[in-house]
């Protein structure tokens, strides 16, 4: 098939929107990263997600809503989801809660998990698509699983031209990694770090979080541990540049691409995706990374980069 690029604008939407309905694919900025969205309720719709990124079946994907009186109708809400919500939707954050039962979604959202990762938006144009849309929207990361994802619609269609029905190009995205997930069915637990830094959590709820562990089983996106990969292999907390890789600096340092000299983690955040892939595009055979302090947003880019230098699954 043909896919279409759409402008962000009430036609766009509508368009979108129109796709959406007949089951089909839909790529469309967040502030995070550009997300491919599906009618949440319609298994086939579903089912093209995982087969257009070849994503496994058991990795659950996130539903993306307009409110959070929308979210309360899939889900079983507390007051920790309200205070959190309050604090920090529409924005960066995922919240995994009971599935309400009868929610009319397709079970290959959950992958069969009695859960269910919610979020709103800050985007304009996502919030623009779910108000034309009028329903809940599946998206993971628009691109082949496992690989970089796409904070512009050009890398969208890099990666996945020919096998959905159209993008919303709505620009580079303005915090540049996927939002932080955090479970909320049991003790507040950090899933995936990310867009939402975990020490602003942590102050909203007053206690710090659960970390995820490596024995835990697969409850959210993102946690495979080969994840966001480009074509060649990558090397992290280089001190120096060796012969054949090119060098992705933070800081005052000399490299090929610099994620932020100033070394602003904001803009770091911003900038990794977008120079992953401008390395990816190069021909880039080893990645060299120079370290990132694990902090604030810097714990979701060295989340990120652990997974894309893992070995490929």
């Known amino acids: 098939m043909e896919t279409a690029c759409l402008s962000p604008d009430q036609q766009g939407f509508a368009r979108a929107a129109a796709i959406l309905r007949s089951g089909g694919l839909v790529a469309f900025p967040t502030e995070t990263v550009y997300g491919l969205g599906a009618d949440a309720r319609q298994d086939h719709a579903v089912a093209r997600i995982f087969e257009a990124k070849e994503r496994p079946r058991f990795n659950p994907l996130i539903v993306h809503v307009d409110s959070i009186e929308t979210a309360k109708a899939y889900v079983e809400w507390d007051a920790e989801a ?97 939002s932080t997930i955090l479970g909320l069915a049991g003790a507040p637990t950090l899933l995936r770090p990310g867009g939402l830094p975990v020490e602003a959590i942590e102050a909203a709820l007053g206690q710090p979080l659960r970390l995820y562990g490596a024995g835990d089983p697969v409850s959210a996106p993102g946690q495979m541990q080969s994840h966001y990969a480009p074509g060649g292999l990558v090397r992290l907390n280089a001190t120096e540049r060796r012969e054949g890789e090119v060098l992705l600096g933070f800081g005052a340092v000399e490299a090929d691409l610099n994620l932020s000299v100033s070394g602003d983690l ?20 080893v990645i060299a990374v120079t370290p990132i302090p694990d902090r604030g947003l810097g714990r979701a880019i060295n989340d990120r980069l652990r997974r894309a230098a893992a070995p490929r699954e």
């Open 266 to 285: 904001t803009e770091a955040a911003a900038n990794l995706f977008h120079h992953l892939h401008a390395l990816d595009a190069q021909g880039a055979r």
């Open 82 to 178: 309200d205070a959190l919500a309050g604090a920090f939707w529409p924005g960066p954050l995922t919240l995994v809660l009971p599935l309400k039962p009868g929610t009319g979604l397709s079970p290959l959202v959950t992958a069969d998990l009695a859960t269910l990762a919610v979020r709103m938006p800050d985007h304009p144009v996502a919030q623009g698509l779910l108000a034309a849309f009028g329903g809940p929207v599946a998206a993971p990361s628009a691109n082949p699983s496992g690989r970089i994802s796409p904070t512009e619609a050009g890398h969208v269609l890099a990666g996945l031209s020919g096998r959905i029905e159209a993008v919303l190009d709505g620009g580079a995205c303005p915090v540049g990694v996927e």
